[in-house]
C-alpha cells in the first residue's frame, strides 16, 4: 500500500493545519494507524494513533491540541492540529500498522513548521 500525506505547510503559531493521508488501497485492515513526526536533529516520535474502533492515544505533548481520525470508505487517515506552538515543527508521517515492532508502511512525510 501506498501511503501519502498532505495538508503541511507554514503557520503562524495558535494557527490549525489538517493533514491527511490517503492511501492506495483499503486501510481498513489495518487495526490501528498513526502519525510519527521528526524534528531536524531529533528522533522520530509517535504523535497520535487511532484504531477501528476509533479508540485514540496522544502523545502528552499534543493532548487537547490534536485530533486524530479516520474514514475508512475513503481509505484517508486526518491529523487535525490547533493551537500550532513553533515546538511541533517537524516532518510529519503517517505510518501502518501500529502495534508491533515497527510499522511495514510509511508516508513519504509533510513538513509543518509553526513560525513564532
Known amino acids: 500500500v501506498q501511503l501519502v500525506e498532505s495538508g503541511g505547510g507554514l503557520v503562524q503559531a495558535g494557527g490549525s493545519l489538517r493533514l491527511s493521508c490517503a492511501a492506495s488501497r483499503s486501510i481498513s485492515g489495518f487495526n490501528t494507524m498513526g502519525w510519527y513526526r521528526q524534528a531536524p536533529g531529533k528522533e522520530r516520535e509517535l504523535v497520535a494513533t487511532?484504531?477501528?474502533?476509533?479508540?485514540?492515544y496522544y502523545t502528552d505533548s499534543v493532548k487537547g491540541r490534536f485530533t486524530i481520525s479516520r474514514d475508512n470508505a475513503q481509505n484517508t487517515l486526518y491529523l487535525q492540529m490547533n493551537s500550532l506552538k513553533p515546538e511541533d515543527t517537524a516532518m510529519y508521517y503517517c505510518a501502518a500498522p501500529i502495534g508491533g515492532v515497527y510499522p511495514d508502511y510509511w508516508g513519504q512525510g509533510t513538513q509543518v513548521t509553526v513560525s513564532s
Open positions: 487511532v484504531n477501528n474502533e476509533g479508540n485514540t
